[in-house]
């Protein structure tokens, strides 16, 4: 079992930044992958990035891309996900999520969200305009 909760939502005007984070127990951090999600209201859940197990390779979806990075630190058994250059189109609710049958490395795979076997409960991301 692995829980999962999320912090660091906000509302934060366009071109501004946000730090969320991810605080995970249950099983051993450092041993699975780790992705974040978003949903805005009426839309699918879309894939935002994803890290492996050592921080050592990444995968993100185009639209973040040069604007957000995924890290982790597994000493405090949590993941982060840092947004620059926020666009109105970013507002969403946050999730992040355990993958824990990926260890290594992370591909496109990863971008599905039935690849993961947690979830947190979410964090709102609101950018104005």
């Known amino acids: 079992q692995v829980q999962l909760v999320e912090s660091g939502g906000g509302l934060v005007q366009a071109g501004g930044s946000l730090r969320l984070s991810c605080a995970a127990s249950?099983?051993?951090?450092?041993?699975?992958?780790m992705g974040w999600f978003r949903q805005a209201p009426g839309k699918e859940r879309e894939f935002v990035a994803v890290?492996?197990?050592?921080?050592?390779?990444?995968y993100y979806a185009d639209s973040v891309k040069g604007r957000f990075t995924i890290s982790r630190d597994n000493n405090k058994n949590t993941v982060y996900l840092q947004m620059n250059s926020l666009k109105a189109e970013d507002t969403a609710v946050y999730y992040c999520?355990?993958?824990?049958?990926?260890?290594?490395?992370?591909?496109?795979?990863?971008?599905?969200?039935?690849?993961?076997?947690?979830w947190g409960q979410g964090t709102q991301v609101t950018v104005s305009s």
């Open positions: 999520a355990a993958d824990v049958h990926t260890a290594s490395t992370v591909t496109w795979r990863n971008a599905l969200p039935y690849e993961y076997d947690y």
């Open positions: 249950g099983r051993t951090f450092r041993s699975y992958a």
């Open positions: 890290i492996n197990w050592s921080g050592g390779s990444t």
